[in-house]
């Protein structure tokens, strides 16, 4: 079983927008601290955004705050990174993680991930 | 934004070396410095947790040590399954941060 299954990468011209979905199995989004991170082909690892498990408060990455958006919906155990107003620079490999409580925001476990080019 | 260094770049090293990582902050994070293993491909994989805890299945053959500014990822003796990316991260505030990676490659 695979904990973290992300979904939703593909092309996008500049200025469009795309919804990532990381669908969880087998434990439960709202008692667990969630991320998305990043990787430009060839490059590191970028923190995008997190999610906290309690109050679900909400973070981001400057390079990318007022254009993306985390939410999670509960009833169907998903965690989506709405994504607005793309540039070329958004290309990556999206990961969703996650982190119980006490590691929050450090993660334990990750997705496989989703690619997400944005290219005109 | 505290900004993590990695050091070395690349670690050439042969199996059964010894591999000795660093990480420093730009101001003290404490102990809330990860490390990740990434091989090509692959997701990340986390590895140690608050500076010096294995986390769960990892082999004890990794160790992490260090507070404040300066920590050490230690392999003992390499196999071949370890020749990958490290990457430290720190949790102590936003925004979370990531260093550059060292890759440890074969010989």
């Known amino acids: 079983e695979v904990p973290l299954l992300e979904s939703g990468g593909g092309l996008v011209r500049p200025g469009g927008s795309l919804r990532l979905s990381c669908a969880a199995s087998?434990?439960?989004?709202?008692?667990?601290?969630l991320t998305w991170v990043r990787q430009a082909p060839g490059k590191g690892l970028e923190w995008v955004s997190s999610?906290?498990?309690?109050?679900?408060?909400?973070y981001y990455a400057d390079s990318v705050k007022g254009r993306f958006t985390i939410s999670r919906d509960v009833s169907k155990n998903t965690l989506y990174l709405q994504m607005n107003s793309l540039r070329a620079e958004d290309t990556a490999v999206y990961f969703c993680?996650?982190?119980?409580?006490?590691?929050?925001?450090?993660?334990?476990?990750w997705g496989q991930g989703t690619l997400v080019t944005v290219s005109s | 934004e505290i900004v993590l260094t990695q050091s070395p770049a690349t670690l050439s090293l042969s199996p059964g070396e010894r591999a000795t990582l660093s990480c420093r902050a730009s101001?003290?994070?404490?102990?809330?410095l990860a490390w990740y293993q990434q091989k090509p491909g692959q997701a990340p994989r986390l590895l140690i947790y608050?500076?010096?805890n294995r986390a769960t299945g990892i082999p004890a053959r990794f160790s992490g040590s260090g507070s404040g500014t300066d920590f050490i990822l230690t392999i003992s003796s390499l196999e071949p399954e370890d020749f990958a990316i490290y990457y430290c991260?720190?949790?102590?505030?936003?925004?979370?941060?990531f260093g550059q990676g060292t890759k440890v490659e074969i010989k």
């Open positions: 991260q720190q949790r102590h505030s936003w925004p979370l941060t």
């Open positions: 999610m906290s498990p309690i109050g679900a408060t909400t």
């Open positions: 993680a996650k982190s119980p409580e006490w590691l929050f925001p450090s993660v334990d476990s």
């Open positions: 101001q003290s994070v404490s102990s809330y």
């Open positions: 608050d500076a010096s």
């Open positions: 087998g434990f439960t989004l709202d008692k667990h601290g």
